[in-house]
């Protein structure tokens, strides 16, 4: 595959007093990073540090580890197995739930963008039996009974039922609106740790990038497996949407590290764009992205299997990870090939920090696309806000510029990896302008 970019294509102006023009060779989108507007620390600007109560331990947000039964029923984990292996658990009863420790857990979201109702009211959707047998199973046991009536409870409460009100309400009606519960397409899947192991003031949030490289790539694996299970699920889900939200200046409800799956019945405008620019070009992202990158000196790192480079024509300051392996879904390729850009994307976050909000937006090829979409992750600095210059133009202000993003990761590589911080089988880029 060529990866010679044509000429005439240029996506990076660079003007005589420092003003750098972008264009996003898939989207379009423009963005102007101006001289002087980038000077400032990235990371949010926190309170002074609190002590943290070891009594809080484990339960310090919905998502923690001591308080699982407020969540709805778990679709699977991913536990430690005696001989020190891992294994992905499926449909744990309630129960069973703190019987093992889950290292990452999948579960419904309880607000879900596309309900389930959406589904079956605008598509017809009809769960699969196993499903309808999954529910029974759940709803059988005590437990498990009693565990969907609290959250269903703890839903309508949220959505403006008073508490007489949900009191009042027939049983079977409450457990009629838990159906999203086991049929539903947006998914969650949380770490174990709120705080990393040890903390002493709650400044040290758990995020990517202080997990182990192994630990990541388990996060991955098992982001991976879902995504698959929700196209399997929903013959009418048109794309799964994967995405991360990292602290709550990036969108996120809790401060835990958690990532979203949802199931949408179109492709989205962005990936139309990119599948009309793929199939008058089947190179496009080979040429217009990596090899772009290359030739402006924007490459950070690469492994086997994935490359990262400074994303460039983005809102935010963007970091790119793309999978060099020729197949297009993550859940068909190799444990090799997965593990390449869970490794990768770990080594982002790590270089980026647990203190600067931030997107992580997983790109995949769409079902029914024969165009060879490769599987790519964008991880956005949210460290700007958006106002009315972008409103008004459409143009975005980025506030640091893609060499300044490459600088910045690959001198924090480099000292991640002196310290084994991030995986073995990186290399990192020297100038910017390593081949892929």
């Known amino acids: 595959m060529s990866r010679t970019r044509p000429p005439a294509q240029d996506y990076i102006e660079q003007l005589p007093d420092g003003t750098v023009k972008q264009r996003n060779p898939f989207s ?61 658990l499926r449909d744990v009863p309630a ?29 017809g959707f009809v769960p699969a039996p196993g499903v309808a047998d999954r529910r029974a199973a759940y709803l059988a046991t005590e437990a498990g009974r009693a565990h969907v009536l609290a959250v269903v409870g703890n839903k309508l409460r949220a959505t403006g039922r008073s508490a007489e009100e949900v009191e009042a309400m027939p049983e079977e009606e409450r457990l009629e609106a838990a159906s999203g519960f086991f049929g539903g397409g947006h998914d969650v ?84 764009e990119a599948i009309a620019r793929v199939r008058r070009n089947p190179d496009a992202f080979a040429q217009d992205a990596l090899g772009y990158a290359a030739e402006q000196g924007l490459m950070i790192a690469r492994n086997e299997h994935a490359a990262m480079f400074a994303g460039f024509g983005h809102r935010y300051p ?37 203190d600067v909000p931030s997107n992580e937006e997983w790109h995949t090829r769409p079902t029914g696309v024969a165009e060879p979409l490769p599987w790519r992750v964008c991880l956005k600095w949210r460290v700007s806000t958006l106002a009315g210059f972008e409103g008004a133009t459409k143009i975005y202000l980025n506030t640091v510029s893609p060499g300044s993003v490459r600088e910045r990761v690959a001198t924090r590589l480099q000292e991640l990896q002196a310290a084994g911080a991030i995986a073995d089988g990186i290399r990192i880029d020297d100038d910017g302008h390593g081949a892929v």
């Open 28 to 88: 379009g989108t423009e963005v102007w990073t101006v001289p002087g507007r980038g000077h400032r620390p990235l990371g949010i600007a926190r309170p002074a540090p609190r002590p943290l109560d070891p009594d809080d331990d484990g339960r310090h947000c919905a998502f923690c580890s001591a308080r699982l039964l407020e969540t709805p029923p778990e679709k699977s984990r991913v536990v430690r197995t005696e001989d020190g292996e891992h294994a992905i």
């Open 95 to 123: 129960e069973a739930l703190f019987d093992t420790v889950p290292e990452f857990r999948r579960v419904p979201n309880l607000f879900e963008i596309l309900s389930y109702e959406y589904w079956r009211l605008n598509h």
């Open 189 to 272: 899947i949380i770490g174990r740790r709120h705080f990393v192991d040890g903390a002493q003031d709650d400044h040290a949030l758990a995020g990517s990038g202080t997990l182990s490289p192994e630990e990541h790539r388990r996060f991955i694996a098992l982001t991976v497996d879902s995504m698959r299970d929700l196209y399997a699920a929903n013959p009418h889900a048109r794309y799964v949407s994967v995405f991360q939200n990292w602290l709550k200046p990036a969108g996120a409800s809790f401060d835990h590290l958690h990532k979203q799956l949802v199931a949408i019945d179109e492709v989205g405008v962005q990936n139309e």
């Open 318 to 354: 963007t970091v790119e990870i793309h999978s060099l392996s020729p197949t297009c879904e993550p859940w068909e390729q190799t444990d090799a090939e997965r593990d390449a850009m869970a490794d990768l994307i770990h080594a982002a976050h790590a270089a980026t920090g647990a």
